[in-house]
């Protein structure tokens, strides 16, 4: 089953916004200022609101970590100070959003694996709020108290939450209409169908011995999906047998 794309809105209207949490703010845009998310945020198809966090820590030293609680290493972003920050970009949101409008995630290894069907969610709201952590991530009772998605871009751990961000933000943002300029491109990717994309040939015809397979040469139009069809099934039955599990159930209940 194909994932519905976000509707068609005019430039400005209701266009799609991320609120960024962070203490390196000069980290953003960074790539989503160039190429087609760049385009698209000069021509105001989504926006882009980056908040330092610092800027609501109240000591001359502008801290906001701690000691962790029962002793260990590292630093703790304290709650007072990230709880003031969340409730600050908040009161920014339309009057009336709601956190199922406009949801609250939290960049953490131990969220929720993002996945595309989450990307396609996440592009039909109004908007997303980013936090990046640092450190040894946040107090829990931030977690706790302000209705806050766990979201895990996968097994690994990074130095922060901002190149995180990056890349979940760029996932939605080309689904954004008008990002990107041929809608059927985003229909036939990866994972949009539940399975890998077939694989992709361009000139010249040959290459150090190898040909581009005859059939997508052929003109006929009908071989040609079918080819590709075989193709998505048979490389993710090989490279991704849980996404070929599931494929499977759901092709068997449609």
Excluded at 36 to 59: C, F, N, Q, S, Y
Excluded at 64 to 93: E, H, L, N, Q, Y
Excluded at 107 to 112: D, E, N, Y
Excluded at 177 to 198: D, K, N
Aim: hydrophobic share 35%.
């Amino acid at each position: 089953m194909l994932l519905k794309l976000r509707k068609q809105t005019k430039k400005g209207e209701d266009m799609w916004q991320a609120q960024i949490l962070t203490l390196f703010p000069e980290m953003f845009p960074g790539p989503l200022g160039l190429s087609l998310a760049g385009k698209a945020l000069d021509k105001k198809l989504w926006a882009m609101d980056v908040i330092e966090i610092r800027d609501h820590a109240h000591d001359k030293h502008r801290s906001v970590d701690g000691t962790p609680a029962g002793g260990g290493p590292g630093m703790v972003m304290r709650a007072d100070i990230m709880g003031r920050a969340i409730d600050a970009v908040k009161s920014k949101r339309p009057v009336g959003v709601t956190d199922e409008d406009w949801p609250l995630i939290y960049l953490s290894p131990r969220g929720r694996k993002l996945d595309q069907k989450m990307v396609h969610d996440f592009a039909g709201k109004k908007g997303i709020t980013l936090i990046c952590g640092r450190f040894e991530g946040l107090d829990e009772r931030v977690l706790e108290k302000r209705n806050v998605m766990e979201v895990s871009l996968g097994d690994f751990v990074l130095s922060g939450g901002e190149v995180a961000a990056l890349m979940l933000m760029d996932a939605v943002v080309r689904l954004i209409p008008g990002v990107i300029g041929e809608p059927e491109t985003l229909a036939e990717e990866s994972f949009t169908s539940g399975l890998l994309e077939y694989p992709q040939y361009t000139r010249p015809q040959e290459w150090e011995g190898l040909e581009i397979p005859d059939v997508l040469l052929s003109g006929h139009h009908e071989k040609i999906r079918k080819w590709r069809q075989e193709s998505s099934e048979n490389l993710t039955k090989e490279r991704r047998p849980d996404l070929w599990k599931e494929y499977s159930h759901n092709k068997s209940d449609d």
